[in-house]
């Protein structure tokens, strides 16, 4: 137990001996790890004024994130800085500056002292001339870091570290100093740094009720600065808490008087009976502000040229125009229709109607149908419904399976090079008559139609009429 003890106080003499010394505070590497002329383009995390370089060297070292330096020989200023240079943050030049970087930095695996490795927050002394220990000097952890703040002060005999916030910023809590005993870790910090609020104006509330009834009034509405309120040193809302506008700016109610009537207007008829009109406006005065309006009718009417008219009798206008072709096929036949109408003039006054027939008809496409299939319902000639002549009767064709190998073998039939759509379910409109193929199955390199696989026994509906479309 008193070894122990000896040996114990030994290695805190040899700690404090070396604190005197170069050995826990390593020199620079003037040769390797320094550029004169020098500097590092990053952010110091840390800036001390008025310091050299080998104490600024011993702040990185004491410090629990820096890598290297930046030191100032002009202004004796030493910047902390937690990165070393890289291939992707190179140094540039600036001939005040000297840059240093740290030899001693201990990484993942500690360092060797003496035949053991000291882990990061512990220091190697020399107790004797061939014994060397570790002894934990520092937190396990690094500090905290605090947003928006810095380190003001780090103590290493206590292990501390105080903060404060960075210029802008306003500081909420009194616990900015945290410890730490060797080898454990940072106690809470209760303390943290925050911007500025800016007060903003919240939604207006609803207006206030009106001065006055009629006439022409004021009403008011406010607003708070409250969304959010203004904190940490942020400046107020600008402008007013309050507006105002004008309300029930109509006068109180008039009642409306009748005018003078106006002149009879012209006579619906020139003979025969017929009537005038004239009218009155409700405007001596116009009815306002809520006022009643005029009572009693704004128009009155009498009757006018009574006498009986003579007798028209009615005439026919001209032929209109002939009419589509009410066969939807372009050949076989089919009928055209153009009309009149008795309207010039029309029958009046007891005359007689027009004599003789309002329509005429005509033929029309009746040329041969050629060959035993051709499309309908359509107005192009390459698009329809398909239509089959089949045991003397024209009819359709059902969908079911109808693809666009049968639907080729359609287009070919009609002279064209192949199809480009099936219109399936009626989608070109529905046939009519018979339906006379189902279940149609080509191949594709077929003349006809008919020199498919087809069933006649179907069950389908003209909903189910199958088009095409051809180029």
């Known amino acids: 137990m008193l070894y122990f003890a000896t040996e114990l106080i030994l290695v805190f003499l040899s700690l404090l001996s070396l604190v005197e010394t170069s050995d826990i505070c390593h020199k620079p590497n003037w040769n390797n790890n320094n550029a004169n002329g020098k500097r590092l383009p990053e952010f110091p995390i840390k800036i001390f004024e008025k310091i050299g370089p080998q104490s600024c060297y011993r702040e990185c070292q004491a410090h629990g994130n820096c890598f290297s330096v930046n030191w100032d020989r002009n202004q004796f200023t030493c910047q902390l800085i937690d990165k070393k240079k890289n291939q992707l943050k190179p140094l540039i030049d600036d001939v005040n500056f000297v840059y240093m970087e740290m030899t001693d930095t201990v990484g993942a695996g500690g360092k060797l002292c003496g035949d053991v490795i000291c882990n990061n927050y512990s220091t190697c002394i020399r107790i004797s001339s061939e014994k060397m220990t570790c002894i934990e000097t520092d937190c396990a952890e690094h500090y905290p870091v605090l947003k928006n703040g810095v380190v003001l ?70 607003r708070s600065c409250d969304n959010p309120l203004p904190m940490y040193g942020g400046s107020s809302c600008s402008g007013s808490s309050v507006v105002s506008t004008t309300c029930i700016t109509i006068g109180c109610p008039v009642n409306g008087v009748w005018g003078s009537w106006y002149g009879w207007g012209s006579c619906s008829a020139t003979c025969g009976g017929g009537a005038k009109h004239r009218t009155r406006s409700c405007d001596n005065p116009l009815p306002m502000y809520g006022g009643s309006s005029c009572s009693g009718s704004s128009v009155v009417s009498t009757t006018c040229n009574t006498i009986g008219c003579p007798e028209v009798n009615g005439g026919w206008g001209f032929w209109g125009e002939w009419g589509n072709c009410q ?10 229709i153009r009309i009149r109408l008795c309207d010039n003039p029309r029958p009046m006054y007891g005359g007689s109607s027009c004599i003789g027939t309002s329509e005429i008809f005509t033929t029309c496409n009746t040329d041969r149908c ?37 639907a080729h073998v359609v287009c070919k039939s009609l002279g064209f090079i192949r199809a480009t759509a099936v219109h399936p379910s009626a989608t070109l409109g529905e046939g009519s008559g018979l339906i006379l193929m ?17 069933i006649t026994n179907h069950n389908c509906g003209h909903h189910e009429d199958v088009g095409v479309t051809c180029q």
């Open 370 to 406: 050629s060959g035993n299939i051709f499309l309908a319902n359509s107005n192009v000639h390459n698009k329809g419904i398909v239509y089959v002549y089949r045991n003397g009767y024209w009819g359709t064709v059902c969908d079911d399976n109808f693809d666009m190998e049968d």
């Open 438 to 454: 189902d279940d149609v199955n080509c191949a594709g390199t077929e003349g006809s139609i008919f020199d498919c696989s087809y």
């Open 153 to 222: 002060e780090r103590t290493f005999s206590p292990i501390s570290a105080t903060y404060g916030c960075s210029p802008g910023f306003t500081s909420v809590g009194s616990g900015n100093r945290i410890t730490c005993r060797p080898g454990g870790k940072w106690s809470a910090l209760s303390y943290r740094c925050e911007p500025p609020v800016n007060g903003v104006w919240g939604s207006w509330y609803g207006w206030g009720s009106c001065s006055v009834t009629c006439g022409g009034g004021t009403k008011h509405r406010t």
């Open 327 to 336: 066969r939807t096929t372009t050949c076989g036949g089919g009928v055209r």
